[in-house]
């Protein structure tokens, strides 16, 4: 099936610092890569969308000059979290999904999650 | 805008059943997923509507109707390892797009 890792898995940094977080597709191109971020308790609120090779499209209320999107390869996608502030502090996750023409089911439009990074900004 | 409801808490107890009930108002629908998402963990997928009606894959099935901007997810002898949170997801049509609900925090008891 196709996997999809994130590294690292956890991160502590001082207020101020910049955060580099990876989401690699192991098995499978993927076209498109997602960001999300879940607070405690609460569901998952999609960041951006990143296709590979050109700028992410941000969702409305996300600072892209804060959350910067790198999307260099088919298989891999970076977010930096610059400048991070305690606020900052979330569980980032990413999902990858591979384009129409050679996904198993085309209509499916399925994303495969990576197991997420826990930022934790002091 | 996309709008996706869901209850924030349930409990039942083992070998019960419980039904997780989403109601969505979003445009361009294209098919409505579930996940499991166990604390501090990704996401795992569970099932996918697109057509109305019941699609059944072992202990749980997934119920949709289009018309009525609803769904509900059906959980049937409930097991302890089912406690986690249930989200449900819809598809936008010509989009890549995901648009989660608030997610439904599932408690078991023995």
């Known amino acids: 099936g196709a996997v999809v890792s994130q590294h690292p898995s956890w991160v502590i940094c001082k207020s101020g610092t910049s955060v580099k977080i990876e989401c690699r597709s192991l098995?499978?191109?993927?076209?498109?890569m997602f960001w999300y971020r879940q607070f405690p308790k609460q569901s998952l609120m999609l960041m951006a969308t990143?296709?590979?090779?050109?700028?992410?499209?941000?969702e409305q209320g996300v600072e892209k000059d804060k959350f910067l999107i790198n999307h260099a390869s088919l298989t891999l996608s970076t977010l930096t979290v610059t400048s991070a502030h305690p606020e900052d502090s979330s569980f980032y996750i990413c999902?990858?999904?591979?384009?129409?023409?050679?996904?198993?089911?085309?209509?499916?439009?399925?994303?495969?999650f990576g197991p997420g990074t826990r930022l934790t900004v002091l | 805008g996309q709008n996706i409801d869901q209850p924030t808490e349930m409990t039942a107890t083992e070998g019960a059943i419980v039904q997780i009930n989403c109601t969505y108002q979003?445009?361009?629908?294209?098919?409505l997923f579930w996940y499991q998402q166990h604390a501090g963990e990704a996401p795992t997928f569970l099932s996918y509507?697109?057509?109305?009606g019941l699609e059944e894959k072992g202990r749980f099935s997934s119920f949709l109707s289009r018309s009525k901007g609803y769904s509900y997810l059906l959980l049937k002898e409930l097991q302890m390892k089912d406690s986690a949170s249930y989200l449900c997801?819809?598809?936008?049509?010509?989009?890549?797009?995901?648009?989660f609900g608030t997610g439904t925090r599932l408690q078991v008891f023995p």
């Open positions: 509507n697109v057509l109305d």
């Open positions: 098995d499978f191109q993927a076209t498109t």
């Open positions: 997801a819809v598809s936008l049509y010509n989009t890549d797009k995901l648009i």
């Open positions: 979003t445009s361009g629908f294209n098919g």
């Open positions: 999902s990858a999904r591979t384009s129409p023409e050679v996904a198993e089911v085309p209509q499916y439009n399925e994303q495969f």
């Open positions: 990143s296709n590979e090779g050109s700028k992410a499209t941000y």
